[in-house]
């Protein structure tokens, strides 16, 4: 691997003036000046500077932060160095631009290299109060380790401090991991944040810092640099296997290398020796030589001693060139960024590779003296130029010595691919309804400037790249011009995202019986889904009856034959199961009503198609000596009430919710059932079917069919299976001839099986059938019920995705190839940054706000909770205790926990669980050991421990009843 290439294929940045790389780009091809008066929110700088020169590249609001969405409480953020936070957000953001977004690098070998200096945020935190989350937060270390820890990245994880290099330091370390085979993908950056006054002054000591606030590189009138903040991060990969899996590749790191400077004329002097020998070591790292660079970002600083060492020592380790080298430094546009300047630096090479442009060297008018361009053979550009040469090196150096050079290739060419038509869907996701609208702008933008076959492999990517958050919708469409109308709705707010549900999906697919054969529904998939086709077409050559008229014909089949009106319902539900499955949707369970628990059957891999359909055309042809017997009506109202009503000769056939029932009979004593059920007010609807299922008129016909059947062979389930006519978990019990006749004879229990599949812990419920018919029933049992089809409607497997999408269901979707390199194309994620108070930074204030504000409650004191609980025992003292828990894990945790939720689950690692402990311990004035949470792992059941030692004898000292418990929950760890 020593020789290996590596590819970068996701960047990320935050720094004055610019969100993302894009917005870099823009800033820096325009020439703007992002450099500003410092803020006057930043109360310690301004403070504590004077009358000294006030001027930064800043960022807007640096104390805002989307807590909720990295899993972290406002407690911890608040204790976290804002160094932290900002990286944790471009990180996530280099992770989405790569294609590799970080919940799908969970376990993986990823390596983490953090650049990283500053320690405004301890300076000005001071000692403080006791609090477990501040080591954690004050610690550079930790801005790489908390990305590997909730993110579980397995790779090498480390902070690196070589002053103003740390970041170009950070990514040589990574790519010589990748080269080792020490990580798979490596994510490398650097932070920066202004806080504290210290560190400005003394560089203002050093006579380093412009006192016009305006960085020079280069130019006559350099007088030092501008102090700036920011945060920029790249993923990184070996090139060969980024190749093999298709992903975006943005640029090549050819070499890189880092040295020392030695012994100077002094700590903080550079040396054009080091540097040279570091961008000659860098080149021939890469195989190249000066002739091949098109451009170099240099360190640029803008200082009168830095500059012209610069510029001398690149031009010797260039050796000689046909033409001038341009030269540029994003300092001039944004300050210097300090630990973070060199990976802002390589992200601006890195686009310049992109578009092969180079951006103009703003504030350069008159060349610096000492500097003689021409004789060096550099060139400072004041407009933009084409980009000529295949490379471009990054310099960084730090001041105590340690420079890094790191030369880049441009991104290799690779074929492209993509589907051509079909229907898309779009899925669109965010913390908040704003965050959905700006991305459903992006893609309406894209949607008018894409072809179609672009924006397919766009959807794709977007479904599969992307993590999915809580505020959803799903655009679905058939053409740009739809695309461009249905998103601008999004955009314009006139289309509501809905609130996903917050829980782990467990979804069942329920078959729907008698009554949902719909041809015209299934014509259309069958021209349209080439699975549905295919295995449609495979259930009816083994049933062998007429579906052809069904499934691909004009003419209206004869769905007066059973055999044909069932064999169009089980067909087209088991082709709908296939198509699903390719589009990533896959049940955990299953269930099915009537004859469409044969699909359930077949869909969970009790019975093999083949014999799920015998068992279907069995079951026909014992029907058919029962048609004409009799029929059905569906009523409302309770199952007990309305048996009540029912003459001899009609029974309840199913009870299919708590307010649903179905009766069935001979003709004419259930004509007689309907006078009195509706004279009782019920109401009635006779179904169209001329036979009394499910009742005991069918013993006759369910004895032909178990005969008829004889042994059927039994397959290894693949998912569970509820059984309707045993009202339960029936995955391992034998679906026989037996079943079988029970099923055509006996009530159908679909109210009790919904009612068993809830407490299972289903949590949507898909129903599959040509037309829905159980949905309302399935609302009514308290399911999140969702139709596949519905007679009328042009529906496609991508309406039935995006209707699962919204109710909280995000499906496996598949990646077509090519679709990974789309990934750039893509909206990040949105954040919703909330304020944090963070040390040096004044909380903002609406305009409109008074200058008096109320004094915050006082937080809950010394044996706040042992006071509450006096008096109290059992299930009072119990109640009070989980409410309490509650509010002491809510001041910890993202969101506030349910009181059954375990706390594991929830995200209580030990330092939060140290945290609740050690406030719940100040509130009861005693000792409770952190064991407790692990051997009472919910609020519920916590509060009922505690409750039952604090409260059963409250003359025993409270202290020793604790530590009592205590020594149980040790013991039994």
Sequence with gaps: MAEEKVAVIGLSCRVPGAESPDELWELVMAGRDAVTEIPAERTALRAGLGQTPAWGGFLADVAGFDAEFFGLSQREAAAMDPQQRLFLEVAWRALEHAGRPAPQLAGSRTGVYVGQTAHDFAILSGTGEADPFRNTGMCHAVTANRLSYLWDLRGPSMSVDTACSASLVAVHLAVRALRAGDCDLALAGGVNVLLAPGPQLGALGLTALAPDGRCRPFDAAASGYVRAEGAGAVVLKRLSEALADGDPIHAVVAGTAVGQDGRTNGLTAPSGRGQREVITAALADAGLTGADLGYVETHGTGTRLGDPIEARALAAALGGRPAPLPIGSVKANLGHLEAAAGIVGLIKAVLTLTHRRITPLVHFRTPNPRIDLAALGLQAPTEPLDLSGRAAGVSSFGFGGTSAHVVLLGPPAVPGSAEEGGRLVLPLSAGHDEG?????????????????????????????????ARRRTAVVADDPGQLAERLDAVARGQVRPAAADRRAVRLAFVYSGHGTQAETTARRLMAADPVFAAEAARCASILGVPLDAALAGDAAPDTGDLAVAQGLIVATQL??????????????????????????????????????????????????????????AAVDGVAEEVAALLPEGVGVAAVNSPRSVVVSGDTQALAQAIGRLTGAGHHVRPLDVDYPSHGPAMAGPAARLAAALGDVPQGAPHREFFSTVLAGDATRAPLDARYWAANLRSPVRFADTVAALLADGVTHVLEIGAHPVLSNALAECGARAVATLRRGLDREVPDILADLYEAGVVPAFPLPAGARRLAARLPVSAFDRRPVPTPGIAADRPAQEPETVPAPEPEPGAERLRELLAGRTGAEATGVLVGELVRLLAEVLPEVPAPDAVFADLGLDSLRAVAVRNRLEHELGTRVPVALFWAHPTAERLAAALAAELCAEPDDPLAELLAVLGDRAEAGK
Aim: hydrophobic content about 55%.
């Design 436 to 468: 959905v609208a700006r991305a459903a702008e992006h893609y309406a933008r894209l949607a008018r400037s894409s072809g179609w076959a672009e924006l397919r492999a766009t959807a794709a990517a977007a479904a599969a790249l992307r993590t999915h």
């Design 575 to 632: 082709a709908l199961t296939a198509a699903l499955g390719a589009a990533g949707i896959v049940p955990d369970v299953v269930a099915g009503h009537s004859v469409g628990e044969v699909s359930a059957a077949v869909a969970a891999g009790k019975l093999d198609l083949a014999t799920g359909l015998r068992v279907l055309r069995a079951r026909n042809d014992a029907v058919a000596g029962a048609l004409g017997g009799g029929s059905m």
